[in-house]
C-alpha cells in the first residue's frame, strides 16, 4: 500500500523519499535514485495488492515532457523511465533503463530512454542520427524525424501464466457467516496485510507442519536470585536484564549442545544451523514480529538485552529491515508476563521447534529428599517439527534449556 509524498509535476533528487510503501510487515520509505520530475503516478495513494516489480512512477529525464509518456500503464513500455517498487518483504528497489547503445567503435550513444524505444519500435539506428538534446543527446524528436527502416520484428507473445490455485476453504463462507448475525450488532474489521500474512501462514503451519509437544517446568528461584544480584551490578551502567534475556541465552546455548536439533525444514532436506539463531515473538498492534538474534550463544547477556530492546522497540514501530525478521532456527514466545500458566505455541515455518513460556509462580514442590518445599516454578511447552527433530532428540533439547535455567551461573561460564 503506497502512501505518496509526492504528486505530478514535482522535481526530485536522488535520495529524496518519494513515498512510503506499507506491505504485511513493515512500513518503509522509497527514495529517488536518480534525480527528474515526477511525470506520472500509476499507483494512487492507499492503493493495495501492489505486485512485486510494478512500476509506481514515471520519472522525467532531461529533454522529456509529460507528453512523452503517452496513455498512462501500470506496466510502462519497455525503456520508459519507471520507478518501481518491489515489495515483496518490504525490500524497495529502482529499475534501471536498459543499457545504452554503443557505436560500432564501442563508444556510448546517449540517449533518453523513451528515444530509445522509439528507435526500436521504428528500427531506427541510433548511431545513424545526431542528437539535439543537451550535450548531443537523442531526444524523441531526433528519433520521430529519422526515416524509419524495416519494421522491427514483433516480440513473441509472453506465454500464459500458469494458472493459480485458489486457496483451500474451510468451514462456511463469509457471507454465510455474515448471515447468522443478520440483526445483530456488529463492526466488520477487514483484515490489513499483516493479519491475513499470519492467518495464512499459521493455517499452512497447523495444516503442514506435524506438531508434537513436550511440556516442563522449571525451577527459577535460583535464576531470580541470580538476574538481581547482576541487574545491580549492571545498575551504573543503565542495564537492566529480564528473565527472557536469560531464556534467549539458555536456548542459543542449548542449540550449540545438542546441534542436531539446530535445523530447519528446507521442502526436501533438513539445514542443520552452525550459529544459534534464536527468533523471539514480540507482539504488536494488530499481529506479532519475530525478530532473530543472530549469534545469540555468543553474546553476552547485556548485548541480548540491549539488542532484544531495540529490535522489539522498532518492531512496534513496523520498521524493522527484512534481514532481522528472516531466518532462525528456533523462537521464543513468553506470555508469562500477562499471567498465563502455560499454552501451546504454533510453529513458525521453516523452524524446528518453539518455547511457549508461561509465568513464574510460586507452588509446593516435593525434593529428591520427600520434604515439601515452596519455589518458583515456571512452565514451558516445547512445540517441535517431528521431521525435523524426533521425540528423544527434542527432550534432549528441552533439558538442555532446563538445566540451563535452573543453573543459571554455568551460562557464563
Not at 519494421?151 to 476453504?169: E, G, S
Not at 501462514?201 to 495444516?207: H, M, N, Y
Not at 509462580?361 to 515452596?374: E, I, N, T, Y
Request: charged share 20%; hydrophobic share 45%.
Amino acid at each position: 500500500m503506497p502512501n505518496g509524498l509526492v504528486k505530478e509535476g514535482d522535481t526530485v533528487s536522488s535520495g529524496d523519499v518519494m513515498c512510503e510503501i506499507e506491505t504485511d510487515k513493515a512500513t518503509m520509505e522509497f527514495e529517488a535514485v536518480d534525480e527528474g520530475v515526477i511525470g506520472k503516478i500509476l499507483i494512487a495513494e492507499g492503493s493495495e495488492g501492489v505486485k512485486v516489480n510494478a512500476a509506481i512512477a514515471v520519472l522525467l529525464e532531461e529533454g522529456e515532457s509529460a507528453s512523452d509518456i503517452g496513455a498512462p500503464s501500470a506496466t510502462p513500455a519497455p525503456g520508459a523511465p519507471a520507478v518501481v517498487a518491489d515489495v515483496a518483504e518490504t525490500a524497495v528497489a529502482t529499475a534501471p533503463a536498459p543499457a545504452a547503445p554503443a557505436a560500432s567503435d564501442g563508444t556510448r550513444i546517449f540517449a533518453s530512454p523513451l528515444a530509445r524505444r522509439i528507435a526500436a519500435t521504428k528500427d531506427v539506428d541510433l548511431a545513424s542520427l545526431k542528437g539535439s538534446g543537451p550535450r548531443g543527446r537523442i531526444v524523441k524528436a531526433d528519433v520521430e524525424a529519422a526515416h524509419p527502416g524495416a519494421t522491427a520484428q514483433a516480440a513473441a507473445p509472453a506465454p500464459a501464466a500458469a494458472p493459480v490455485a485458489a486457496p483451500a476453504t474451510s468451514g462456511p463462507s463469509s457471507d454465510a457467516i455474515a448471515k447468522m448475525y443478520e440483526g445483530r450488532e456488529y463492526e466488520v474489521v477487514t483484515l490489513n496485510g499483516m493479519r491475513k500474512t499470519i492467518a495464512a501462514r499459521l493455517t499452512e503451519a497447523k495444516q503442514t507442519v506435524p506438531h508434537f509437544y513436550l511440556r516442563r517446568d522449571i525451577k527459577i528461584d535460583a535464576l531470580l536470585e541470580f538476574r538481581g544480584t547482576l541487574n545491580k551490578q549492571l545498575e551504573a551502567r543503565g542495564v537492566k536484564l529480564s528473565v527472557n534475556d536469560f531464556i534467549i541465552k539458555a536456548c542459543a546455548l542449548a542449540l550449540q549442545a545438542v546441534p542436531d536439533a539446530n535445523a530447519v525444514w528446507a521442502g526436501d532436506k533438513v539445514l542443520k544451523l552452525k550459529p544459534s539463531d534464536v527468533a523471539v515473538a514480540v507482539a504488536i498492534e494488530g499481529g506479532l514480529f519475530t525478530p532473530v538474534l543472530q549469534d545469540a550463544e555468543m553474546k553476552s547477556l547485556s548485548a541480548l538485552s540491549a539488542q532484544m530492546k531495540d529490535l522489539a522497540g522498532r518492531a512496534r514501530d513496523r520498521k524493522l529491515a527484512p534481514h532481522e525478521y528472516q531466518g532462525g532456527s528456533f523462537a521464543i514466545s513468553n506470555l508469562g508476563m500477562f499471567g498465563i500458566d502455560n499454552f501451546d505455541a504454533v510453529i513458525n515455518p521453516p523452524h524446528g521447534a518453539i518455547l511457549a513460556v508461561g509465568a513464574g509462580k510460586k507452588r509446593p514442590v516435593v525434593g529428591a529428599d520427600g520434604d515439601l518445599s515452596v519455589a518458583t516454578v515456571m512452565s514451558v511447552t516445547l512445540s517441535v517439527d517431528h521431521r525435523v527433530i524426533d521425540g528423544a532428540l527434542g527432550a534432549e533439547l528441552l533439558n538442555a534449556i532446563v538445566d540451563n535455567l535452573e543453573n543459571p551461573v554455568a551460562m557464563l561460564a
